[in-house]
């Protein structure tokens, strides 16, 4: 965060300098540091200063800086921002945070760490207020931490990077305080205006699966103003399997004690983390990690974050990037030349205004920390080199360490803290709910009516028809919370008249079919270019394109590649080889099939992950090369692939793949990850012989019954055949059947609640918040039948997350206590509960308007409310009711 409110440090360093003792610290530092706690000079028996005299030095600091940024606030408010700033300062004296860490941690980090030890402080404050005061403590932790490591050489010494750049941010501030915000050169504010109007245009485009427009030469894409869908996101607490046990468990609770503390299985307590729209979760953080899984939305989600920048049009939450310069840079076009130093940024993503960035701009953006650096798939760089990349980006933010980033990654290809020492928060999106879904699909045919014509009743009987379709059968319910594939069920829904395939290789057989063989002609596109292939050969030259990158261990074909590949194969496809030279054939396949994009240079890539991993997997089998396949198992990024293989494979093929996957050779979690990819894949198996089948079970039966919750959690991912192997839920003792109840509620099968029907009446109060929390993975009204109008309601709090949730819950009759956790207006909440019920309301997803709380004086019996910490302030909550954060 560019620190807005700017003090030089000849008016700043007098008033900061009196926080600290006289006297230079005179003890040897330890190795993480000396305790600020200990050099401050308002504590201990003989302290100097005292509360009043700390409460003046905030006053004067606050005046000066509204002063700085030219900004009035009413005499009540100026006075309650240095009441609070007076109390955020008195905390450094409480913490146990070292000089060491102070520095390493920077000035905005450290800024934070402080407001969090005043948990709610800031609530007193207006927004303009709470802003101002969040910006002039920034400044503050910057001219405090120069003041340390002047008063302590050995600072510099043993950190000399940070502390260099926190010198440089003193000076910056200097030379600004004294002469306003500083312009950018004449030279450097026209090339921005253009760099910036260019990512608008750019980025503001989305590919809309089946959607066909009018002019056939039209790009499949549509504007993403007109179709961008916020998606739900939440933070992570702790690790995915293998991580920390109660961390990772505390994250997700929905249980609260008589304490109003969230339960944790390992018996202690942890707020349970809140969800709410990732731009919105976005807020505060000035570095993310966010993890989705393939189509989840993380790219789309890059892109409005970039248009919206460069636009000015953000949202308040995000109002701290406001005047930033997004730079966004896809892993998959660096990955093998590593990450690119700030000079080569636009020409490593083969920006076409690379050529006219006056010579050293994108440092002088990041130095005065103007820039929003956008790092789009991670996990798209190979594995070997993954580690390297990530050191890259490491320097780059600790030399240019006041740039917020948000770097993007599928979960299996990076740990969860990898990014921690860096101050990344990490941040998952979630599934899209029922809401979502249906919010989704009528986006969807919104943008389609472009294609119908007039006459829109057959595309309003297909939604409707899909509507009703998809909470009735579980494969499209499962595959229609991921945003790709859904925007795929609705082409496919159209475009077979509303007979839908329901698995996923039916889904993306069906779209091959869709796009490769009858797009063209339905769109009466018959002259387009003088090559006429059916879906066969251009399949099949796709599928080698695919296979190169995966050999390759690459995202990305550059032009003469992919035209020596398809040379390569022409002989041995007549029906391709008669009608063109490599060049006319691949711009075929480029114009005509939609999932190949070219970029300025005429590198080429698929348009999307699943697809190449999809053509890649079918190649690999029909060439019989599954030596490859096994050799790269155990590596996450190769997960999907392996499952399609197996789905492709004939039944001796399938055996071959998954008799080696239980293979020995392995070692550790290597072994056990191919093990456990070997059950997955029995869900995507037609045909297996008995013994193969018996083998995958017997091998893997012991690993289903995880001794930590962490490793419960990530067994959710083998599927359903889990469901077989675990043990009996009747017979466990109440730890194990937490663990059970973790790993179950996350297995996307029907059968699932017929097994957590089994653990309904037990008394644990952690067994019953993950049976809650578990609701809005299952189908609704039969959830709720089985599991939740069973469970004990002492101390627990049921969560709602749609509409109809909230509806189902009112008919049996409304709860105590009740979790909010997704997107509802609050006419929608006063009608939806019980009123006279309603004793305990917990907020943990951002309400937008309704964090403005008078509407809670419709439920008359309320006396708690409970609002996560890291969602905005709530405000004119009814007396009488206790504020939890």
């Known amino acids: 965060m560019e620190p807005v409110v700017r003090l030089a440090s000849s008016v700043a360093d007098p008033l900061i300098g009196r926080l600290l003792s006289p006297e230079p610290p005179r003890t040897e530092p330890s190795g993480s540091g000396r305790l600020i706690a200990g050099l401050v000079s308002f504590r201990g028996g003989d302290a100097a200063v005292g509360w009043e005299e700390l409460l003046e030095v905030a006053r004067e600091l606050v005046t000066l800086g509204l002063a700085a940024a030219g900004q009035r606030l009413p005499a009540e408010e100026e006075a309650g921002v240095a009441a609070v700033l007076a109390r955020t300062l008195w905390v450094i ?22 407001r969090s030890a005043v948990p709610g402080a800031d609530r007193e404050l207006t927004s303009e207020a709470a802003w101002f005061h969040d910006s002039l403590l920034v400044t503050i932790c910057l001219h405090l931490l120069h003041l340390l490591i002047v008063r302590s050489p050995d600072l510099a010494e043993r950190m000399p990077e940070r502390s260099h750049r926190i010198g440089q941010l003193v000076d910056l501030n200097d030379v600004e305080a004294l002469r306003g915000r500083s312009e950018p050169a004449v030279q450097d504010a026209e090339f921005e205006e253009r760099y910036l109007r260019h990512v608008a245009e750019q980025y503001n485009r989305l590919t809309i699966y089946g959607i066909d427009l009018p002019n056939p030469n039209t790009p499949d894409n549509w504007s993403l103003d007109a179709s961008y869908l916020s998606l739900a996101a939440e933070f992570s607490s702790g690790g995915e399997a293998g991580g920390d046990e109660a961390s990772a468990e505390g994250g997700e609770s929905a249980g609260g004690g008589d304490d109003d503390t969230a339960v944790t299985g390992s018996g202690g307590t942890a707020p349970a983390e809140p969800v709410m729209t990732a731009d919105r979760a976005l807020a505060g953080h000035e570095r993310v990690l966010l993890r989705g899984v393939a189509g989840s939305g993380k790219t789309t989600l890059i892109q409005w974050l970039a248009v919206s920048t460069a636009r000015g049009e953000l949202p308040a939450e995000l109002r701290t990037l406001h005047g930033r310069i997004p730079f966004v840079l896809p892993v998959r076009r660096f990955a093998r030349d590593g990450f690119p130093p700030p000079d080569d940024f636009l020409a490593a993503v083969r920006h076409p205004l690379a050529d006219e960035a006056p010579e050293g701009w994108v440092v002088r953006v990041l130095a005065s920390e103007r820039a929003l650096i956008l790092v789009d798939g991670i996990d798209e760089a190979p594995e070997q080199q993954r580690v390297d990349v990530r ?60 294609d119908e014509g007039k006459d829109h009743s057959r595309l309003d009987d297909y939604k409707d028809l899909l509507l009703r379709s998809i909470p009735l059968y579980r494969e499209l319910r499962v595959l229609a919370t991921n945003p790709l594939m859904c925007g795929l069920i609705c082409a496919l829904n159209r475009d077979r008249s509303g007979s839908l395939p329901k698995g996923r290789r039916e889904l993306y057989e069906a779209a091959m079919e869709m796009l490769l063989q009858r797009r063209d002609p339905e769109r009466r596109v018959l002259y387009a270019d003088t090559i006429d292939l059916q879906r066969a050969p251009r399949e099949r030259l796709l599928r080698k394109l695919a296979y190169r990158m995966l050999v390759d261990e690459a995202a990305v074909l550059d032009h003469a590649t992919a035209l020596g590949e398809i040379e390569r194969h022409l002989a041995a496809i007549p029906a391709v080889a008669r009608q063109g030279s490599p060049e006319e054939i691949f711009d075929h396949l480029l114009l005509r099939t939609g999932l190949l994009r070219e970029q300025a240079d005429r590198s080429v890539e698929f348009v999307h992950r699943t697809v190449q991993d999809y053509l890649a997997a079918k190649e690999a089998v029909e060439r019989g090369n ?69 083998r995958v079970r017997r091998e893997t039966r012991n690993m289903v019954r995880p001794a930590t919750v962490a490793a419960a959690r990530g067994l959710g991912w083998v599927g359903p055949i889990v469901l077989e192997m675990l043990p009996d839920p009747t017979a466990v003792p109440e730890d194990e059947a937490y663990r059970l109840a973790v790993t179950v509620t996350r297995i996307d099968d029907d059968a699932a609640v017929d097994y957590l029907a089994q653990l309904r009446d037990r008394k644990s109060l952690a067994l019953r918040a993950e049976l809650a929390r578990g609701w809005g993975n299952f189908e609704t009204e039969r959830y709720a039948a089985e599991v939740i109008q069973h469970l004990d309601p002492e101390g627990l709090y049921f969560p709602v997350g749609d509409r109809v949730e909230l509806s189902v819950l009112r008919k049996l009759g409304g709860r105590e206590r009740v979790q909010i956790v997704g997107a509802f207006t609050p006419d929608e909440l006063v009608e939806g509960l019980v009123a006279d019920r309603l004793t305990h309301l917990w907020i943990a997803y951002d309400l937008g308007e309704g964090m403005e709380m008078e509407w809670l004086s419709e439920f008359p019996s309320l006396t708690t409310l409970r609002v996560n910490p890291r969602l905005p302030r709530v405000s004119g909550v009814p007396h009488g009711v206790r504020i939890i954060a």
């Open 93 to 114: 004296g409480e913490l146990d945070t070292t000089d060491a860490q102070a520095v390493r941690l920077g000035p905005q980090d450290y800024a934070r760490r402080l």
């Open 391 to 450: 050191d890259q980006l490491r320097r780059l933010l600790r030399i240019y360490s006041g740039n917020p980033c948000l770097v993007t990654s599928r979960p299996p290809a990076v740990d969860a803290d990898w990014l921690a020492e860096e101050g990344f928060a990490e941040l998952t999106l979630a599934p899209m709910n029922r809401d979502q879904v249906s919010a989704f699909i009528t986006a969807w045919h919104t943008a389609a009516r472009t």
């Open 626 to 694: 599954f030596t490859l396949l096994l050799e790269h198992a155990h590596e996450a990024e190769w997960e999907e692939v392996i499952r399609m293989a197996v789905a492709h494979a004939r039944p001796d093929e399938c055996a071959t793949l998954l008799q080696g996957l239980l293979a020995p050779g392995r070692t550790g979690m290597k072994r056990n990850r191919r093990r456990l990819l070997a059950a997955a894949c029995l869900e995507h198996v037609t045909e297996l012989d008995p013994d193969t089948h018996a």
